[in-house]
Nanobody
Framework: VQLQASGGGLVQAGGSLRLSCAASGDIFYIDDMGWYRQAPGKQREFVAR????????YADSSVKGRLTISRDNAKKMVYLQMTSLKPEDTAVYYC?????????WGKGTQVTVSS
């Protein structure tokens, strides 16, 4: 199983980005899918999660309302739409999936928000 994240980049504060993560390999059923991020000098932290049925949860009020997670089960993809970006959103963003009791991580995509 491999996860490939994309969509990161450099954006000004207030801008938007859409991250995508594609799962590939011998995988037909994906349980939860999620996004985490790791800012420089900090630990990796939870951002958002979505169940197979589409129930989403978010880390806290600082991201809820600005970041929206979604998924496409047929395409085995998870997305993170980010709006009103802030410099503190700067981090490497990682996707994660749970499949058959195992957890898989993507390699991450860099998001940099300039002030």
């Amino acid at each position: 199983v491999q996860l490939q994240a994309s969509g990161g980049g450099l954006v000004q504060a207030g801008g938007s980005l859409r991250l995508s993560c594609a799962a590939s390999g011998d995988i037909f059923y994906i349980d939860d899918m999620g996004w985490y991020r790791q800012a420089p000098g900090k630990q990796r932290e939870f951002v958002a999660r979505i169940t197979r049925s589409g129930i989403a949860s978010y880390a806290d009020s600082s991201v809820k309302g600005r970041l929206t997670i979604s998924r496409d089960n047929a395409k085995k993809m998870v997305y993170l739409q980010m709006t009103s970006l802030k410099p503190e959103d700067t981090a490497v963003y990682y996707c994660k999936i749970n499949h058959s009791g195992r957890t898989y991580w993507g390699k991450g995509t860099q998001v940099t928000v300039s002030s």
